[in-house]
């Protein structure tokens, strides 16, 4: 985990020159959201009860069998309008969430968070 981190902020810095100054901040905004709110379901890794990945993940592997990643940044087809979709109304074992708890500014923020991972832009 520490490494990936240290990746993240890494490319993250050199992201940050300037003029891409807001594009950069909503990027780290995002990475501290998906960090907090979604890493813990759709992050890469086992899960803390031993299972080879963890369940947001596992429940993408097994919907997409291989056509799409199932790590979240790995996507990049998802902007803010199909994340919100999602946030909003849940999905199967998926949660919604309301906008107090994930804001539209935070969705906008992730989506360009995952969009920066999985492009590199």
Do not use: W
Request: net charge neutral.
């Amino acid at each position: 985990m520490r490494k990936l981190t240290l990746f993240i902020c890494t490319g993250l810095m050199a992201f940050s020159a300037p003029g891409f100054g807001q594009d950069a901040q909503a990027i780290e905004r995002g990475r501290d959201k998906f960090i907090h709110d979604c890493q813990p379901c759709h992050g890469a890794g086992p899960g803390d009860d031993g299972s080879p990945m963890l369940p947001g993940t596992h429940a993408l592997q097994l919907k997409y069998k291989g056509e799409k990643p199932a790590l979240l940044e790995q996507r990049s087809d998802l902007s803010a309008e199909v994340i919100t979709v999602f946030i909003r109304n849940g999905v199967a074992s998926m949660p919604p969430f309301r906008k107090m708890e994930v804001t539209d500014q935070h969705i906008a923020d992730i989506a360009a968070y995952l969009k920066y991972m999985a492009t590199g832009r």
